[in-house]
């Protein structure tokens, strides 16, 4: 069984910065692609980014492009995402999901598991 935990939100001001961790027990979680989504009140669970299984390959949306950077260790079965220059439409749940196939999918149903997700919240 695959489980995600996720870490490290909170509430910062706008410009602030914030890293959230999630982490996966599991023997395999070297052969996973991973992702971040988020999901505001009253919105549809939106793609964040992924990260390929060796981590050399990352996708964005475009309203986090050069703001935040999502990266891995697969040593401590961990991934990242370091969000910066957040801005008060950052604010959401923000969840940690895996997928077993190779494609970096902006498409939720994709992700096979998932965390249970760490609010962050960014003040104007």
């Known amino acids: 069984q695959v489980q995600l935990v996720e870490s490290g939100g909170g509430s910062v001001q706008a410009g602030g910065s914030l890293r959230l961790s999630c982490e996966v027990s599991?023997?395999?979680?070297?052969?996973?692609?991973m992702a971040w989504f988020r999901q505001a009140p009253g919105k549809e669970r939106e793609f964040v980014t992924a990260?390929?299984?060796?981590?050399?390959?990352?996708y964005y949306a475009d309203s986090v492009k050069g703001r935040f950077t999502i990266s891995r260790d697969n040593a401590k079965n961990t991934v990242y995402l370091q969000m910066n220059s957040l801005k008060p439409e950052d604010t959401a749940v923000y969840y940690c999901a895996a997928s077993g196939g190779s494609n970096l999918s902006r498409n939720r149903y994709v992700y096979n598991y998932w965390g249970q997700g760490t609010q962050v919240t960014v003040s104007s």
């Open positions: 599991g023997r395999t979680f070297s052969r996973y692609t």
């Open positions: 990260i390929s299984w060796s981590g050399g390959t990352t």
